[in-house]
């Protein structure tokens, strides 16, 4: 794992940005991996800037997410799909066949997420999967526990991450907080070519040296990653405060 530590949240998404921007230029049809949530915002408008000012041209990507509410539309204005609409796709020249997001209201949803997987093995994998980190060092929405070889299914999310996900920035109630979700695998994410985690805040410091530090258990989803060759994680100083050891 590379673990780059920036001063600020606004650096930390300029960084992850140009990673992606350089990918898009270097392999114009290349597939991507995105995630939802706060953490990616900055980057997403940082990407929507490269379009608006230096052209970075959309028009060849296809889009993959990670998850989806089980139960929301894709109107739904706390789905993933009207998210991803939202923060970058409504902004930029992707064609939106080429987006890919779990249908939260598939008939279904099993048989959705095999197609999922079948449509991202058929098109050649992800070359850059973008991650974010829950508290409990869930990654998409594999809580604590998953498996190392599970694969886009339906999960049950844990109080904590409901929890998280209605302090007032989504939802403002729990008890809107749909209970399951749609998710891409820990198998799926570690088939990515490159991975890219980012962090910011204190509230992700614990789960961060976990990640990094600690040893790599199904216990902390996210250091899993320890054993994928081409990972690298952006944080703020923040997020890296309980690091014991030197890094960039
Ligand atoms: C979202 C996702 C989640 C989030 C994580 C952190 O697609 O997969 O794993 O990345 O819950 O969320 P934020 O960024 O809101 O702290």
Do not use: W
Request: glycine share 8%.
């Amino acid at each position: 794992m590379k673990v780059i530590i920036k001063k600020t949240t606004d650096e930390m998404s300029l960084a992850g940005a140009k990673i992606f921007a350089e990918l898009i230029c270097k392999k114009p049809n290349c597939i991507l991996g995105l995630a939802t949530g706060g953490t990616p915002v900055g980057l997403y408008k940082e990407l929507i800037k490269m379009h608006k000012q230096d052209g970075l041209d959309f028009s060849k990507v296809t889009t993959f997410n990670l998850d989806e509410y089980l139960g929301l539309d894709g109107d739904h204005d706390q789905s993933y799909r009207y998210f991803m609409n939202d923060n970058l796709f409504n902004h930029v020249n992707i064609k939106k066949e080429n987006t890919y997001v779990l249908n939260g209201v598939a008939a279904d949803p099993q048989l959705f997420c095999d197609g999922y997987e079948m449509l991202i093995k058929a098109i050649g994998g992800i070359d850059l999967q973008l991650l974010g980190i829950g508290g409990n060092g869930h990654i998409a929405f594999n809580e604590p526990g998953s498996p190392r070889s599970s694969r886009t299914r339906i999960v049950d999310l844990t109080p904590e991450t409901i929890a998280a996900n209605s302090d007032g920035r989504f939802f403002s109630d729990p008890k809107d907080v749909p209970t399951q979700a749609l998710s891409m695998g820990m198998a799926t994410i570690l088939d990515a070519k490159e991975i890219l985690l980012i962090a910011n805040k204190e509230s992700k410091a614990d789960a961060i040296v976990k990640t990094v530090e600690g040893p790599a258990t199904e216990d902390v989803p996210a250091s899993l990653l320890q054993a994928h060759s081409n990972t690298t994680v952006i944080i703020d100083e923040a997020a890296a405060a309980k690091l014991t050891k030197e890094y960039a």
